[in-house]
T-cell receptor, first 115, second 113 residues
Framework: AQSVSQHNHHVILSEAASLELGCNYSYGGTVNLFWYVQYPGQHLQLLLKYFSGDPLVKGIKGFEAEFIKSKFSFNLRKPSVQWSDTAEYFCAVNGRGSTLGRLYFGRGTQLTVWP | EPEVTQTPSHQVTQMGQEVILRCVPISNHLYFYWYRQILGQKVEFLVSFYNNEISEKSEIFDDQFSVERPDGSNFTLKIRSTKLEDSAMYFC???????????FGPGTRLLVL
């Protein structure tokens, strides 16, 4: 069955600390992988996505994620977080080539950054 | 940058009442979706819609739910007779289909009392 696991429900960091949020997935087939972010009171925004090619993808605001196929993982990283990164982060997956492909989401990780 | 919009942002209703949640997808998009997130749980897929018909629906999307594109801009989710367990944040999303990326609205928080 398709599923996404995000192991950290709430992460609290100080500004300038490094961030890594874990995401593991289970999916029967080739996948597209996404990280979405939801800032307080705002809509889900696409942070970055992986479809194919270089497994290290860079997104907006200095975020990057690495697809490790052997580990079924797509962890999100940022070398130095800022207070403005406080938000909820969602990992999601759907099937490659599925135009209408429903997204399977993880539970989300709430990141709080203290100034 | 064009965005998906949703109204209302919050809705409170009594159990058994009908609610309609509204979405305006991005104008050149052809694929539309509803998802929901019950507090503390995962964002869950409800339904996808293309070419004026449902393409896929989840097990959650039972006969109490329906979707419609009543005109060229709106996409609605109707819950016929709300239950307490329908309380959730409902997200609309749209896609142009070419880049397999779905763009989400801000959500409607529905509370059923």
């Amino acid at each position: 069955a398709q599923s996404v696991s995000q192991h950290n429900h709430h992460v609290i960091l100080s500004e300038a600390a490094s961030l890594e949020l874990g995401c593991n997935y289970s999916y029967g087939g080739t996948v597209n992988l996404f990280w979405y972010v939801q800032y307080p009171g705002q809509h889900l925004q696409l942070l970055l996505k992986y479809f194919s090619g270089d497994p290290l993808v860079k997104g907006i605001k200095g975020f990057e994620a690495e697809f490790i196929k052997s580990k079924f993982s797509f962890n999100l990283r940022k070398p130095s977080v800022q207070w403005s990164d406080t938000a909820e982060y969602f990992c999601a997956v759907n099937g490659r080539g599925s135009t209408l492909g429903r997204l399977y989401f993880g539970r989300g990780t709430q990141l709080t950054v203290w100034p | 940058e064009p965005e998906v919009t949703q109204t209302p942002s919050h809705q409170v209703t009594q159990m058994g009442q009908e609610v309609i949640l509204r979405c305006v997808p991005i104008s050149n998009h052809l694929y539309f979706y509803w998802y929901r997130q019950i507090l503390g749980q995962k964002v869950e897929f409800l339904v996808s819609f293309y070419n004026n018909e449902i393409s896929e629906k989840s097990e959650i999307f039972d006969d109490q739910f329906s979707v419609e594109r009543p005109d060229g801009s709106n996409f609605t989710l109707k819950i016929r007779s709300t239950k307490l367990e329908d309380s959730a944040m409902y997200f609309c999303a749209s896609s142009d289909g070419r880049v397999e990326t779905q763009y989400f609205g801000p959500g409607t928080r529905l509370l059923v009392l």
